[in-house]
């Protein structure tokens, strides 16, 4: 059987075995979509990213879950471009632009007291709300239903991929959700594809605004993401759309992570442009191993 060389970087933070993992494959173009999903699957990683070339902007990025394909990924995104950063394959260039599957989006470089910041922009956000149980959807996260904030909506949102944002009254009820990520489909009638994503307004650390959790879809082949880009860029848009209507603008920082032992955080930074948002999210990385897979 072939073999590839993938290397594993931490997004999110700047330690080792924090924020959350993702596997790199470099130059991909000689990889199918078969191969790829091979490939992700024996990482098993929450998400795999492939690096090809691109005759709409510097190169392509595709991601994969040990299941599927998905149009977009955060912390994959970030992972990616501080390793071709650090290993000087962008000859000093400030910013690029990389094809998705949701588009073109722009990425940019910053140096932040002395770590190296990753900015990406993300598809302009969508919401759908959700009308199921909410008793089912707490029964699915192994809670009861007076732990979820029906004071504020409960909806799907995207900035590329789709989650349901669930408000939770307190930050103490995050170390007991126990999520039977199989129930998913059955709750999410709207949307039966789509990850869940328990939030609150209350944080381990001052200097962070939102704390977080992120469970997959069944059909991903994963459980849980330690630290979620895509999700913690629409929550600034969350925020903006049902939480503070009459600001232009969102800045803060989501942590998440912390009770599997993961902890990161991702910077989320959107504007309000007439009829419709710039999400932006940043973070850093850090490299942990390189290793090889074998894949039919």
């Keep these: 059987m ?5 290397l594993h970087y931490d997004a999110f933070s700047s330690v080792a075995n924090m924020g959350n993992p993702a596997g790199v494959v470099l130059e ?5 979509e078969k191969a790829m999903q091979a490939i992700a699957e024996k990482v098993g990683f929450n998400e795999t990213v492939f690096l090809t070339g691109s005759k709409k902007a510097d190169l392509r990025l595709r991601y994969f879950t040990p299941g599927h394909e998905i149009n977009l ?27 998705t599957n949701v588009g ?14 990753i900015t990406m922009k993300q598809d302009h956000p969508r919401f759908i709300p959700y009308h199921g149980s909410v008793s089912a959807l ?3 996260m192994g809670l009861s239903e007076e732990t979820i904030d029906i004071s504020k909506p409960i909806v799907y949102g995207s900035t590329g ?20 990520n199989q129930m998913f489909p059955e709750v999410l009638l709207e949307n039966q594809r789509s990850s869940i994503h328990p939030f609150c307004m209350e944080t381990m650390d001052k200097n962070a605004f939102m704390h977080a959790r992120h469970f997959s879809s069944p059909y991903s082949g994963t459980k849980e993401d330690a630290i979620t880009g895509t999700a913690s860029g629409v929550m600034g848009a ?7 209507e009459n600001s232009e603008a969102a800045d803060f920082f989501v942590e998440q992570g912390q009770e599997i032992g993961r902890d990161g955080r991702v910077h989320v930074q959107v504007i309000r442009n007439e009829s419709k948002m710039d999400v932006y999210i940043s973070g850093t990385g850090v490299f942990v191993q390189e290793f090889e897979v074998q894949y039919p």
């Design 2 to 6: 072939p073999k590839r060389k993938v």
């Design 28 to 32: 991909a173009d000689d990889l199918d």
């Design 73 to 99: 990924c955060g912390h994959a995104t970030i992972a990616s471009m501080y390793c071709l950063k650090t290993l000087g394959l962008l000859q000093n260039k400030d910013s690029i632009t990389i094809e």
């Design 104 to 117: 073109n989006l722009p990425i940019s470089f910053a140096d932040r007291k002395g770590d190296l910041f």
């Design 138 to 140: 707490a029964e699915c």
């Design 161 to 180: 991929t789709w989650t349901l944002l669930i408000p939770i009254k307190g930050l103490d009820l995050f170390a007991r959700i126990c999520p039977n």
């Design 238 to 244: 969350y925020y903006l759309t049902y939480l503070n």
